[in-house]
C-alpha cells in the first residue's frame, strides 16, 4: 500500500503563485509515474502533470509554462512530489489530487485526499 498526503492549496489572486507538495509513503519501490490531477464541479477529474522516475516530465496544454512539476525520491520507503503553479488563473480553480501509479501493474494506483486551490479573478 502507498499513503498520499497532499498539502499547500489555498485561495490566491489571480496571477499569484502556488506550490502544492505530496507525500508518499509506504510500498512506493513499484511507484513510477507520480503526478497531480485536478476536479472541478461538473467536470471529470483531469490529468494536470506527470513526472517518472527518470525525471521525464509532461503538462497538460494549457498548464505548460506556468506550472512545474518536480519529484524527491528521498528514500526507499518515501518519495516527495511538488507542483510549483504560477500565473495562477481562475480557471485552475479545482481539487488537486496527488496520484501515484506502477506502469506495469494497473492495480498499483493511488490517490491522495485532496487539496482545494481557489484562483480568484
Known amino acids: 500500500q502507498v499513503q498520499l498526503v497532499e498539502s499547500g492549496g489555498g485561495l490566491v489572486q489571480a496571477g499569484g503563485s502556488l506550490r502544492l507538495s505530496c507525500a508518499a509513503s509506504g510500498s512506493i519501490g513499484n511507484i513510477e509515474i507520480m503526478g497531480w490531477y485536478r476536479q472541478t464541479p461538473g467536470k471529470q477529474r483531469e490529468w494536470v502533470a506527470v513526472?517518472?522516475?527518470?525525471?521525464?516530465?509532461?503538462?497538460?496544454d494549457n498548464v505548460k509554462g506556468r506550472f512545474t512539476v518536480s519529484r524527491d525520491d528521498v528514500d526507499s520507503v518515501k518519495n516527495m512530489v511538488y507542483l510549483q503553479m504560477n500565473s495562477l488563473k481562475p480557471e485552475d480553480t479545482g481539487l488537486y489530487y496527488c496520484?501515484?501509479?506502477?506502469?506495469?501493474?494497473?492495480?498499483?494506483?493511488?490517490w491522495g485526499q485532496g487539496t482545494q486551490v481557489t484562483v480568484s479573478s
Open positions: 496520484n501515484a501509479r506502477s506502469v506495469y501493474r494497473e492495480s498499483l494506483n493511488y
Open positions: 513526472i517518472s522516475r527518470s525525471g521525464r516530465s509532461n503538462y497538460v
